[in-house]
């Protein structure tokens, strides 16, 4: 099948985020990461077209029962390791659980021109298997079912893409996946180019020419990406993968064509900062003003063996293997993530001085915008948007402040259409949660429902439907309409977050929460004895704030 050619290419979209930490940064680029690709074969996926494909490999349907479909995986299994033992490739079976990637990252060839299978690696897991009755004199009952069976992960080199996976069942019609890495991808591609890359794990932690490397990665997100992707697929599915369940010439008799559509992607921004140091100051900073207005529960923390240095120059020179960069990496690791259904947004820190952001699609349905390989331009480019977005938010959250307008006027009532609508009065327990709602649900992408805000505020005000229904949600969000901190996308019934409005709110609800509120409290409060042993730098701000303001209140009058 060939490739259907996008339009155009994908244009690089900015966000506040990067732009207001420039000078902090060395270069950044965006890369399409981990991109699997399900492989199938149309006919194969109903009764008749299985039937009809049979009678074109054996000549007719007289042998086609359950023992035959065995004995074709028999065949097949037997084939592999016949193979495997001819050409000294390790076939190793896989118990449950076990991390497969990590046990071909031992076994990758040393030799940088090999190309061709390096390993083969057995696993069970569900596939689809065709079962058969037979009935009568010629009646035959096909059944297609997903028991868990053997699954052979054959770990390929190729010369562009580097190392590939592609996993296929052992069972007709032989359904399976392909696993593929943009950045192995972007690696070659910059090598062709000459340009000289440091890659730690995952991730180009410096280069040659940062502008280059851009436009690079850039290209693996245009139109021509559908292209490499068809020809990789093409060039090993059938000859080292398909061919010992069914040899060039019955394929070719039968007709047997794999159609590609995309299941999982993933796309990155990564920002290289010119020192350790300020990676760790910018990122801690944005994980402690950001957790718990996105209502970030959890935040998973791999301690490292050290604190990353002050200067770039300082960097370890060897690159750890993969086993210690998971168990025990050189640097602290934390990932922040936030989930929306089957999609993921995440930021965390790779290696010394590169910070990742990154969607995740981990099933392309939910991204609404078709599955066929021939959408994935489409695909990149939602992606990329939710990468933008989140980092907008981020932006919003981490650097918020308060118009004096916006302040002044935030109580009064507004008027949407021939509707009044009354103000937002932030003294309010229940306008705080709405506030609090719209930004953790800020990221989400495409936008939220009234629906989601209602949710998430009685989980907040932990009350019942009964208590805040979807009828005050509504009113309220037209309330945030009104003071233009949400809008509606399109014509549709979903709202998002405006950048200058989310600034507004998040800055409001800071104050009040984390700066007026404790030094009130504490106001006519003197505390004694020894401080505490978690003493921060915002407990010495709050200590100064509260010593000035008692001697403000009692000036005035107020504080006894």
């Known amino acids: 099948m060939a490739p259907v050619r996008c339009i155009k290419a994908i244009m690089k979209t900015d966000d506040e985020f990067t732009q207001y930490y420039s000078e902090l940064l060395e270069g950044s680029y965006d890369c399409v990461d981990r991109i699997v690709v399900n492989a199938f074969y149309p006919m194969g996926q109903t009764a008749g077209g299985f039937r009809t494909w049979w009678r074109a490999v054996e000549g007719s349907d007289e042998h086609l029962d ?28 896989c118990a449950p659980g076990e991390r497969k990637h990590e046990i071909a990252h031992d076994y990758l ?30 009646g035959i009952d096909l059944r297609k079912t997903w028991p868990y069976v053997n699954n052979y992960s054959f770990h ?80 090993w599915i059938y000859s080292a993968c398909l ?25 990155s921004r990564n920002l290289r900062f010119q020192r350790g140091s300020d990676l760790d100051q910018v990122y801690q900073a944005v994980i402690d003003r950001t957790r718990s207005s996105m209502d970030v529960k959890k935040l998973t923390t791999l301690f490292g063996s050290k604190h990353r240095p002050h200067l770039s120059a300082q960097r370890k020179d060897k690159r750890p293997s993969v086993q210690v960069q998971i168990e025990r990496p050189a640097y602290d690791l934390t990932v922040f993530k936030l989930h929306f259904g089957k999609q993921t947004l995440k930021i ?23 599955k066929s390989l021939s959408h994935l331009c489409e695909m990149i480019s939602t992606l990329r948007g939710m990468v933008v977005r989140f980092l907008n938010v981020l932006s919003c959250i981490h650097i918020s402040f308060i118009d004096e307008e916006a302040l002044d006027h935030l109580h009064l009532p507004s008027s949407l259409g021939d509707h009044r609508v009354a103000g937002i009065d932030i ?14 649900l800020a990221p989400k992408p495409g936008g939220f429902s009234v629906n989601d805000v209602a949710a ?7 009350c019942s439907e009964s208590e805040y229904a979807k009828r005050q949600a509504s009113y309220d969000l037209k309330k945030l309409q009104c003071k233009q901190v949400v809008e509606r996308v399109g014509k549709s ?14 800055a409001l609800l800071t104050l009040r929460e984390h700066v007026i509120k404790p030094l009130v409290a504490a106001a006519g409060k003197l505390r004694r004895g020894p401080k505490p042993k978690n003493y921060g730098a915002i407990d010495v701000h709050h200590q100064n704030l509260m010593y000035e303001m008692r001697r403000t209140f009692a000036t005035l009058g107020i504080a006894a």
């Open 427 to 440: 003294n309010q327990h229940r306008i705080r949660c709405v506030l609090a709602a719209v930004i953790s």
């Open 456 to 462: 998430t505020v009685r989980s907040m005000m932990a």
């Open 243 to 267: 061919c010992f369940g069914l040899p060039l010439d019955e394929q070719e008799r039968s007709g047997f064509r794999y159609t590609y559509s995309v299941f999982q992607l993933e796309y």
């Open 493 to 506: 019934r979903r709202y998002v977050a405006v950048a200058k409005g989310l600034r507004t709110i998040c």
């Open 109 to 138: 060839p040393s030799d940088p021109g090999f190309a061709g299978v390096f390993l083969v690696l057995v696993s069970k897991s569900p596939a689809a298997v065709w079962q058969v009755r037979r009935f009568g004199q010629r």
């Open 66 to 93: 359950t023992a035959h479909l065995m004995r074709m995986a028999g065949r097949f299994s037997r084939r592999i390791r016949a193979w495997a033992t001819h050409n000294a490739v390790p076939v190793i079976t």
């Open 348 to 370: 965390y820190d790779k290696g010394e001085r590169v910070l990742r952001v990154e969607a995740v699609a981990h099933n392309v349905k939910d991204l609404k915008c078709g």
């Open 156 to 235: 390929i080199i190729d010369p562009h893409w580097g190392h590939i996976t592609i996993k296929m069942s052992g069972h007709p019609p032989f359904g399976c996946q392909i696993i593929l890495n943009g950045h192995e991808w972007v690696e070659r591609e910059a090598n062709r180019h000459g340009i000289l890359l440091e890659k730690e794990d995952n991730c180009f932690t410096g280069c040659s020419d940062a502008s280059a490397l851009d436009r690079v990665a850039d290209s693996l997100a245009c139109d021509d990406a559908m292209g490499r992707l068809y020809e990789v697929c093409d060039r």
